[in-house]
Nanobody, 127 residues
Framework: QVQLVESGGGLVQAGGSLRLSCAAS????????MGWFRQAPGKEREFVAT????????RYADSVKGRFTISRDNAKNTVYLQMNSVKPEESAVYYC????????????????????WGQGTQVTVSS
């Protein structure tokens, strides 16, 4: 079992920045690719970013490229999402997720393949 706890959400003005954190416990963190997803009311949960177990490979949704950065600190069992230039339409509950990977370079963008999910943290962007 892997437990994931997100933090760092809150209210931010459009154009501002926010950093989300996701602390993991339970298994060897570096064996897991990590992902960030978000879900707005009435919408499906959508992919935001993913990072490989080693931290060397990342991928982003087109909508956040150049503004969001995913990173991880395997010594602290934590993955981060730095959000810059946020937009009102990005208000959502943000979830982190973990997927066991046989290689430290694997990444995953599909929400259906992830093994574990956190409870989510609310991000509200005011206009």
């Amino acid at each position: 079992q892997v437990q994931l706890v997100e933090s760092g959400g809150g209210l931010v003005q459009a154009g501002g920045s926010l950093r989300l954190s996701c602390a993991a416990s339970g298994r060897t963190f570096s064996n897991y690719a990590m992902g960030w997803f978000r879900q707005a009311p009435g919408k499906e949960r959508e992919f935001v970013a993913t990072i490989s177990g080693s931290g060397g490979v990342t991928r982003y949704a087109d909508s956040v490229k150049g503004r969001f950065t995913i990173s991880r600190d395997n010594a602290k069992n934590t993955v981060y999402l730095q959000m810059n230039s946020v937009k009102p339409e990005e208000s959502a509950v943000y979830y982190c997720a973990a997927k066991f990977a046989n290689s430290g370079s694997y990444i995953y963008t599909g929400r259906g393949v992830y093994d574990y999910w956190g409870q989510g943290t609310q991000v509200t962007v005011s206009s």
